[in-house]
């Protein structure tokens, strides 16, 4: 049983990454349909749901930047657009399972998504909608890492869910490339701030820590993850104070 207890209302930060193939890139129906499978479940079992989707599989910012000698904004706000087309796919996928679904988009667009409000996001959640969150926060020289952070405090969540690929928590060093790294289970902010770890930006952590908002760290390919968060089962690693 996690410290938290059973969760209602969460945000869910999917990266452009967890909806690629093998290459990185684009988008892979079958990498969609292990989140969609998740997210069906969640909320099933009755969780008021919000996604913050990434875009790193569709365009990244500072890479690009250099290799086009575009402007860090210019190329930030191509990025952010890469996180709107993410977050149609998704759209469209957990519909196709019957799941109701909005976007909200901090960059307007208003022909494929609404505006960002507040209050109407908090609504949808309660008629048992997902909300999708697209563009991040909608600045360049940020991340959706921060946007997730941002919207979780915005709607009163009761914890940051951020989702990895086949990597079930927070190691000391990258698993997927040193043998030897160890999980660390349970942290605190002071700990997620000063060692360096690969879990998010350093805003979007100083963010959670200023306000208390608990973050878990799970593998979102190993089915159930999601369900069994929700209902307080400790999954993962967990940062909170
Ligand atoms: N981005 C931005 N402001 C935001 C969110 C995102 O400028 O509030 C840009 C930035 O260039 C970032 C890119 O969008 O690198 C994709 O977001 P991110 O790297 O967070 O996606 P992920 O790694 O989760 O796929």
Redesign the pocket.
């Known amino acids: 049983i996690s410290e938290l207890g059973p969760l209602k209302r969460v945000v869910l ?1 999917l ?3 967890s909806l690629a193939g093998d290459g990185g890139y684009g988008i892979d129906p079958g990498s969609l349909e292990v989140s969609v499978g998740q997210v069906l479940e969640a909320v099933e079992a009755g969780a008021e749901l919000a996604i913050v989707v ?4 569709i ?4 890479q690009v930047a250099d290799e086009l000698g575009i402007e860090s904004a210019t ?3 191509m ?2 657009l ?2 709107v087309i993410n977050a149609l796919a998704l759209q469209a996928a957990l519909e196709r399972r019957g799941v109701p679904t909005r976007v909200q988009s ?1 960059i307007e667009i208003k022909e494929v998504a609404e505006p960002y409000i507040r209050r109407r996001a908090i609504r949808h959640l309660e008629k048992g909608r997902v909300v999708i969150f697209a ?13 997730a952070a941002l919207r979780a405090l915005e709607i009163n969540a009761d914890a940051l869910l951020m989702a990895k690929n086949r990597v079930d928590g927070i190691y000391d060093k990258d698993p997927r490339v040193h043998g030897d790294a160890r999980i660390v289970r349970r942290l605190d902010y002071m700990e997620l701030l000063s060692r360096n770890l690969a879990v998010m930006d350093h805003t979007a952590a100083t963010l959670c820590s200023g306000e208390g908002l608990p973050i878990i760290v799970f593998d979102i390919l190993k089915s159930g993850n999601l369900r069994r968060i929700l209902q307080g089962e400790r999954v993962g690693s967990l940062v909170w104070r």
């Open positions: 930060k990266s452009g990454e990434g875009g790193g599989n365009f990244r910012g500072a190329a930030d706000y990025s952010m890469g996180t901090a563009s991040g926060t909608g600045n360049p020289f940020f991340t959706t890492d921060t946007g």
